[in-house]
């Protein structure tokens, strides 16, 4: 069955504090990995995307990590500030019918208190 | 590039009317577009697929008939939520996949669009 776990559910941490996000999956065939940062009320917004290939991806305080043989990502974030409060959404495509289908971790709720 | 917009952003309606909400990839083309809803503190959930100049593809368990999608070009899908009823209520979030160039096959999400039915 094709699934994405994330853990923890919610995280309080404070700021300028680092945190790591994890995500486990079961997809398969697995085409990528990306990380979304979704603010309340607002859409999700791309971090990182990785693909078998790659074990590591940084956008700013942002770092992804992939593991493709035991299925698992991390993503970690450096001197976290109060705008890194927001849902963080792992999603990994699975290639079906030529193209790829998103199966939709439950994200991690993040609160980034001063 | 790859920036998805959706109308309105919020919409607050009576019960048994019914609400059309746009999703329009503004500087690319697009073939597909998806529809997801998503309850507080839940992560999206994939309604329906909209594939330009053809019928949308429903997810297991979402009414057709009350999900109404059109997909006329490919830059705009609607969706049209017929006679809504409070649980309804929920956000909608659409996607755009973009059919070329260096992100072809990736979705860029729109903003989403919150629904309240009194």
């Known amino acids: 069955k094709n699934q994405v776990e994330q853990s923890p559910q919610s995280l309080i941490i404070l700021e300028g504090k680092n945190c790591t996000l994890q995500?486990?999956?079961?997809?398969?065939?697995?085409?990528?990995l990306r990380w979304y940062k979704q603010d309340t009320g607002r859409g999700p917004v791309s971090l990182t995307i990785?693909?078998?290939?790659?074990n590591t991806k940084s956008n700013g305080r942002y770092t992804a990590t992939l593991d493709a043989d035991t299925k698992q990502s991390s993503l970690h974030i450096t001197a976290s500030q109060l705008s890194d409060s927001a849902s963080y959404i792992c999603v990994v495509s699975k290639i079906a019918g030529g193209y790829n289908k998103l199966i939709f971790g439950a994200g991690t709720r993040l609160a980034v208190h001063p | 590039g790859a920036v998805v917009s959706q109308h309105p952003s919020w919409v607050i309606c009576k019960s048994g009317t019914s609400v059309k909400i746009e999703c329009r990839s503004l500087d690319f083309q697009a073939t597909t577009m998806f529809w997801y809803r998503q309850f507080p503190k839940q992560s999206l959930m994939l309604m329906a697929t909209?594939?330009?100049?053809?019928?949308?593809?429903?997810e297991q368990g979402v009414e057709k008939d009350k999900f109404l999608i059109n997909h006329a070009s490919l830059t705009l899908s609607t969706l049209t939520v017929t006679s809504a009823h409070p649980e309804d209520s929920s956000f909608y979030i659409c996607s755009a996949r973009r059919t070329s160039g260096v992100s072809g096959n990736e979705q860029f999400f729109g903003p989403g669009t919150r629904l309240t039915v009194l």
């Open positions: 909209s594939n330009e100049g053809s019928k949308a593809t429903y």
């Open positions: 995500c486990n999956y079961t997809v398969s065939p697995f085409s990528n």
């Open positions: 990785m693909t078998f290939s790659e």
